[in-house]
């Protein structure tokens, strides 16, 4: 999450993210899941900025950023109230006791229903720069609690970077290890519901766990990835979409160390060895009609 500061407004790029590692451990009496995921964000970006204004409403204009894009290929936009990141002003202006206006423009280019956390990323630079613009002062902590109300992934993009997640996801221990990973992600034309998702998916007997994929990341043991990322939820959304297995079998061929769907899906990832290749990668993708294709990089 990159916050720029001007003279009277906020600006912030809101990133994407990818999860190297999603594992179910329990179904908790909420109906939530228990999870633990390896998320990392990548240079896919949302935008906002943020003003305050005097009418003492939330004004929220989102759209895509492709010029004459209805965003077809990319998912619906909800409306403004119903978008996460209006949700998560109005929750923070709540919890604040205020009643001050702001005014909100998202620029979109992360997918929805794609497992890349659009939404909740988009929720998190909303209450990083209402945070600022209404100047409260709340810490990363603070606001990190409000997040927690809306959406399991929105914490982790209030902290920002790597990092394992575990509860409903809102549990957050950042990644020690610096990463410089390289993909290539797959958007196809049609996308998943997580609730769908989650209700098609099962809690393994041995659940797996992230650490020895963390120890290969630290040692920088890329070679040895393909056999320990992984995603529980990948199963129940091949069997909700053909898309899924059309996408796996293309990354099959394009010699990436690892690949694998992000999420709830339906966006799939490779990891390449190097900016070049995922390039080429990208590159041989877009000409198979499968998606949309990104070139991204890991942030930290």
Known sequence: MYVHRLATSVVVRAPAKLNLFFELLARRADGFHEIETLMVPIDLFDSLAAAPNDS????????????????????????????????????????????????????????SLAGLGGGSSDAAAALLAANEVWQLNYSRDRLAEVAAELGSDIPFFVYGGPAICRGRGEQITPLSTPLALHFVVVRPPVGLSTAAVYQHSEVPAAPRHVEPLIAVLARGDERTLGSLIHNQLEGAADRLSPWIEKVRREFAAQGCLASQMSGSGTSYFGICRHARHARRVAGRLQSRGIGRVYACRSCN
């Open 56 to 111: 003492g409403r939330i004004e929220l204009d989102c759209h895509w950023a492709a010029a004459g894009s209805d965003g077809a290929e990319l998912g619906e936009l909800p409306p403004p109230e119903k978008n996460l990141a209006y949700r998560a002003v109005a929750l923070l202006r709540h919890r604040a006791g205020i009643e001050r206006g702001i005014s909100l423009a998202i620029t979109k280019r992360i997918p």
